[in-house]
């Protein structure tokens, strides 16, 4: 669904249904350079997608979403699960949106995205619960699309020029706090965060108590973690930190939700570092 007049008084609101993209559970959204939209299903030996809109530029959703090809993720021969490595896009749809013959429907006309990706003809690599994405782009200006799997405790880098995939960061990533791998501590990988230097943050869905978010070190920005950290830890009994978010107009400024804690006082938190100055 897209709220297209999200800033309008809430009787003015307008909701529609976006059904040129396939039936799955959404979680993660995200925009590159050139207006292609990425998008997952929240499932275990589920997949990424892609939209790519006939007209880019669109200035509305009604225009954007006309016509449209949707292709999903496909790793190597795509029979391997969470496979690192090359990879290309199967087309589900020709470039006005039409599924390709073959394509499971379901409603009519729109596509089952998660039955159809697991069709010989349109096979896509499976992911364990694939939620949140998020986008960072390099000096050279190309793109990596971040991707959060929760159930293996894995986050993956995709080169979106290099269609290549790698494991970003596991439980195998180095510690800071240790210099061992990090092991048990990571669990649970769900939201991910970028701030205004380019650092990728990944929020763990876990109870509060345990629950960290994590500060993910890639100096050389080839898609491989270093090291990740613990920047942040949520104590509240029965809480979920989500929404993790950096405020765009000020690098010192980012905000976390924090959702059904055993209060039942939902927050949104406000986190501020003192700017730096140089005497």
Request: glycine residues 8%; aromatic residues 8%.
């Amino acid at each position: 669904y897209e709220v297209t007049n999200p800033l309008a008084d809430p009787a003015a609101i307008v909701i529609k249904q976006r059904n040129i993209l396939p039936r799955v559970s959404h979680e993660g959204l995200a925009f590159d350079k050139d207006n292609n939209l990425y998008f997952i299903d929240e499932r275990n030996a589920s997949h990424i997608f892609r939209f790519t809109s006939k007209n880019s530029q669109a200035t509305s959703g009604d225009e954007y979403f006309a016509a449209g090809q949707t292709s999903v993720l496909r790793v190597g021969d795509g029979t391997v699960k969470e496979a690192t490595g090359k990879a290309q896009w199967i087309a589900l749809t020709d470039k006005d949106g039409v599924p390709l013959p073959g394509v499971v429907l379901v409603y009519g006309t729109e596509i089952d995205g998660r039955a159809t990706p697991k069709l010989p003809a349109f096979l896509g690599t499976g992911f364990d619960r694939p939620e949140d994405l998020e986008i960072k782009t390099l000096n050279n200006k190309n793109q990596l699309l971040f991707v959060a799997t929760t159930t293996n405790n894995k986050v993956f880098a995709i080169d979106l020029k290099l269609m290549e995939v790698k494991l970003f960061a596991s439980r195998a990533t180095t510690d800071m706090a240790t210099g061992l791998p990090v092991g048990g501590e990571l669990t649970s990988p769900d939201n991910l965060a970028i701030d205004a230097q380019n650092n990728i943050y990944i929020v763990e869905d876990q109870p509060g108590g345990v629950e960290d978010t994590w500060f993910a070190v890639d100096k050389d920005n080839d898609g491989v973690a270093e090291a990740i950290g613990k920047w942040a830890s949520l104590n509240t009994v029965g809480a979920e930190a989500s929404g993790l978010y950096f405020d765009p107009f000020n690098p010192h400024l980012a905000y976390i939700n924090v959702q059904h804690p055993d209060s039942g006082v939902d927050r949104t938190f406000m986190l501020m570092a003192p700017a730096v100055t140089h005497g």
